[in-house]
Each structure stands twice: as structure tokens, then as C-alpha cells.
């Protein structure tokens, strides 16, 4: 194997089958290694080292969001398409204006409750996104478009 530069994550999880066959579906590989504690994918996807291990997962962890931005909307509509058809419930989200930028996305969410989109910045803008009217927060106070609900 090739070195890559990557960005590792390790997340803890708590049914390590489940997640294994989650990720499997969302990043579209397979894990490279696996262990009856243990598995890590090197996906095609992105430059990303993911490890997973069963653990105790924190609330405050689930609730944040991890992402994958690729070079087109086309791009993002073809791993949309792949992830449907692997079974997972995707939410779709176009042309949002989020946390500076206007955006194509879906998102997925995984066993554990944690976020996950595959996006393109289709432009940058000035604001930090939608206002809400009445509250006049934006999506990124509220957590509308930083952290989708799948």
C-alpha cells in the first residue's frame, strides 16, 4: 500500500458490527482491516484513516457533525444515489446558505447518532446563513445546516 496523507479519526462506538456495516454502505469500502475490536477503512472517498472501536460514546460527540467535501454537485448527487441504494435514509439539503457559503448536501446519520454530510460549496457568501425571522438565528446558531438531522 501507497503511503497517503490522511486525516485519521478514531471513533468509539457502541455495536462495532453495526457501525462496520454502516460505514461499509456510506464510504462505499469495505474496511482494509478488521479485528474482533477494531476495523479501519481507508476509503476512495476522501483522504480519510477512520478507525473504529467499541467504546463508550459521549452524548457531546454524537452531537457533532463530520463531513466530506467534494469537487461538484454532480459528485455529491452520485454518492447520494450510492448511498440510497446501500439502504441508509439520507436528508437532502440544496443550495442552503450555511455557515458562510451556499451548499449542496445530504446527510446520513450513523448508529451512534452522529452527522454526517457529503456537500460542495457551491459559493462563498457574506452571512452566516439563513435567519430565522423570528428568533433571528441563523442555521449555524440552531444547528439547522451544521448538524442535519438524517
Known amino acids: 500500500m501507497t503511503h497517503q496523507t490522511r486525516i485519521h ?6 455495536n462495532l458490527a453495526e457501525s462496520i456495516r454502516f460505514y461499509a454502505q456510506f464510504l462505499g469500502d469495505e474496511p482494509v482491516k478488521q479485528q474482533r475490536d477494531y476495523a ?15 467504546g463508550k460514546v459521549e452524548a457531546s ?8 467535501e467534494v469537487a461538484s454537485t454532480r459528485e ?9 441504494a446501500a439502504g441508509l435514509r439520507v436528508r437532502i439539503e440544496q443550495s442552503v446558505e450555511c455557515c458562510y457559503a451556499n451548499q449542496d448536501k445530504f446527510w446520513v446519520t450513523d448508529p451512534d447518532g452522529r452527522q454526517w454530510e457529503i456537500y460542495h460549496v ?7 446563513g439563513d435567519v430565522n425571522a423570528e428568533t433571528e438565528e441563523s442555521c449555524c446558531d440552531t444547528s439547522v445546516c451544521c448538524a442535519g438531522s438524517a
Open 9 to 14: 479519526v478514531h471513533l468509539p462506538v457502541h
Open 40 to 54: 479501519k477503512f481507508l476509503p476512495a472517498i476522501a483522504p480519510l484513516n477512520l478507525a473504529l472501536s467499541p
Open 122 to 128: 457551491n459559493s462563498d457568501i457574506e452571512h452566516r
Open 61 to 68: 460527540s454524537a452531537q457533532a457533525h463530520l463531513g466530506i
Open 76 to 84: 455529491v448527487e452520485k454518492h447520494r444515489r450510492r448511498v440510497t
